[in-house]
């Protein structure tokens, strides 16, 4: 099969357990598929022998790119330098923990003869701990509910697309960045392929629930209003049950009921509603500080070195 050069976009973050494996099988796919490649590794910041063993792999490989950040900036960031960096006509977005392995490359390539801008891979079954599995179900649903972006079941990382494609991909300049969100924000003529899952190979996944609630996070407020909606729908709410009760309470005072003084509701009642606002204060807060971090207009990554990237 042959094809104008392929990029190959992958970030790396303490990968020294599975990175060589992940080169010698991903080089030996595309050799067999005749393919013209590179692959961009881009380091986010890893203390373990990640990049010096890449390093040495780009002895042996002259199609191997390195970017190295000078501290951990997130994945988001870092797929977005390999995007920016890359030089084929197509581009595929993987992970290095084989989990999508690399044998479902020359499916994404044959679907992308068909003229496709984008195609996306799905999972045919995720195999993940069920708490995982659980997580993934009620973020991706409520993602789809709540902004609209309508992101495909079982996504999987892998993924391939077109310059035309990765060129509008690198216009958008958010701060906070939802890869999926943009993906699907760009729209244009995209499809699904479903791939197989493999089991991590080895090591751990660095996307610990921490890293996850902040790209949940992420997600809502960058492609939702919903927070402000809620806050704005409750606050009226509270206005109109305060409303209804001091009516009650005024008709039951004219009918000579005989109120006993209640303190501790009373501090109950002002602690309770205190809270409320100093709470939906700070959802608008929070948007507020993403439009304070989006007028810095900051670069979004800083590169301490690379390797190999000028040939």
């Known amino acids: 099969m042959k094809t104008k050069l392929l990029s190959l976009c992958i970030a790396v973050y303490q990968e020294e357990e599975v990175i060589l494996t992940f080169i010698s099988e991903v080089t030996k796919e595309l050799e067999r598929l005749q393919v013209d490649y590179e692959i961009i590794f881009v380091d986010d910041g890893s203390t373990d022998k990640t ?21 951990n900036h997130g994945k988001q960031a870092a797929i977005t330098a390999a995007i920016a960096h890359a030089k084929g006509g197509t581009l595929l977005y993987m992970d290095p923990d ?62 391939m697309f077109n310059r035309e ?30 791939i197989d899952q493999e089991e991590r190979r080895a090591g751990t996944t660095k996307y610990n629930f921490k890293k996850k609630m902040k790209l949940a996070f992420d997600a809502i407020f960058d492609f939702s209003e919903l927070p402000l909606r809620l806050a704005v729908s409750f606050g009226v709410l509270l206005s109109m049950l305060g409303f209804i009760l001091a009516v009650v309470i005024f008709i039951l005072h004219l009918s000579i009921i005989d109120f006993k003084a209640g303190w501790p509701s009373l501090i109950t009642a002002i602690i309770f509603s205190t809270g409320l606002q100093v709470f939906f204060i700070g959802i608008a807060a929070l948007y507020i500080g993403r439009i304070y971090l989006e007028t810095k207009q900051r670069p979004l990554y800083s590169i301490k070195r690379t390797y190999n990237l000028d040939q």
Not at 167 to 181: A, H, M, P, T, V
């Open 51 to 71: 990049v010096s063993l890449i390093s040495e792999a780009i002895k042996d490989n002259t199609q191997i790119r390195l970017i190295e950040f000078s501290y």
């Open 98 to 159: 084989l989990q999508d392995p690399p044998h479902e490359i020359g499916q994404f390539l044959k679907k992308m003869d068909e003229g496709y801008d984008l195609v996306f891979g799905v999972r045919k079954e995720k195999k993940d701990s069920l708490l995982n599995r659980l997580y993934s179900k009620v973020f991706w649903s409520s993602l789809n509910t709540y902004t609209g972006l309508q992101i495909p079941k079982g996504l999987a990382v892998m993924r």
């Open 165 to 194: 494609f990765a060129d509008q991909f690198l216009s958008y300049k958010e701060q906070n960045r939802f890869i999926e969100g943009i993906f699907m924000r760009i729209g244009m003529n995209y499809t699904t392929i479903k």
